[in-house]
């Protein structure tokens, strides 16, 4: 039987502290207006402020995902450049990198043709996988997603706001391909609707169990518009596909205090320097 943490109220492992630097920095990303910013019709993943979650985000990953600028990333998901704009700033320009894939061909382009000309190690790819809502005629179906990098290619691996648009046996593939790309010591990023029994579901969503299997959603005629995962499940397939998992932390969709909206897991692979440790 594999020993899983228990979702906890109080963040696990502590924070890495940042200081008035990064403050700074995302206070300025969410105010400087040379920024790259999509047109906002053309912002079609997701909802909110597009300066603002990617932000925060940037905050989180460098707090809570240990992030360092010399660190290579991969954005599965990464659709109108949400995460990457924030990384430009913050990602070092010759040591560091930036890898995003994305099933819809209006984000990938406007990322290709305005970020990577300034940006050349931030790079961007379609695949074009099958999904009912955001790429319904796409040739790759989700079980067979494999992504064109060798192992251990990448030092960060993030899925934000994509575990929650996946069925369950879509998401054990994803964790997979995680795995296989993270380097010793690399770290797994995921967002997740993770039900554990205790909540399921505050604010504008309520889950439903999907049939009798681990999966869950909030919306009838689109179930994978805001998908719920079994937090057992979950955590026993991101230790099965090959990370250890550090902790799963509960994000405030459920009703309470948090930093973020959505749970966070964060999941190691084995093998690297303690947490923390530098380059």
């Known amino acids: 039987m594999t020993a899983l943490r228990q979702i906890a109220p109080e963040p696990v492992p502590a924070e890495v502290s940042a200081g008035p630097e990064l403050d ?10 040379f920024m790259p910013h999509p047109p906002p019709d053309s912002i079609f993943v997701g909802d909110g402020d597009y300066r603002a979650i990617g932000a925060e985000f940037l905050g989180h990953f460098i707090r809570i995902g240990r992030l360092k600028p010399h660190e290579r990333v991969f954005d599965i998901g990464c659709g109108i450049g949400r995460m990457a704009v924030p990384l430009t700033q913050y990602l070092d320009l010759e040591r560091g990198s930036y890898d995003g894939v994305d099933p819809v061909m209006e984000g990938i382009l406007w990322c290709a043709q ?16 099958a999904h009912p809502l955001y790429n319904p005629q796409g040739s790759l179906p989700g079980l067979e997603v494999r992504f064109g990098f060798a192992n251990g290619s990448f030092d960060f691996v993030t899925m934000t706001s994509v575990a929650t648009h996946l069925p ?56 994978l518009a805001a998908a719920g995962i079994d937090s057992r499940f979950l955590l026993e397939q991101a230790t099965q596909a090959g990370v250890t998992v550090e902790a799963l932390r509960p994000g405030h969709w459920r009703g309470i205090s948090a930093a973020h909206y959505q749970d966070l897991l964060i999941a190691t692979k084995p093998g690297g320097k303690a947490p923390g440790g530098t380059a």
């Open 114 to 129: 305005t970020i990577t000309p300034a940006y050349p190690r931030f790079r961007f790819q379609r695949l074009d996988i």
């Open 24 to 33: 700074w920095l995302m206070a300025s990303l969410q105010s400087n207006r």
């Open 168 to 223: 369950p046996e879509e998401l054990v593939v994803y964790l997979q391909e995680a795995a296989r790309l993270l380097a010793p010591g690399g770290r797994l990023f995921l967002t997740a609707f993770a039900i554990d029994g205790t909540s399921t579901g505050q604010e504008r969503l309520s889950f439903k169990r999907w049939q009798d299997g681990p999966g869950w959603y909030a919306i009838d005629e689109a179930p």
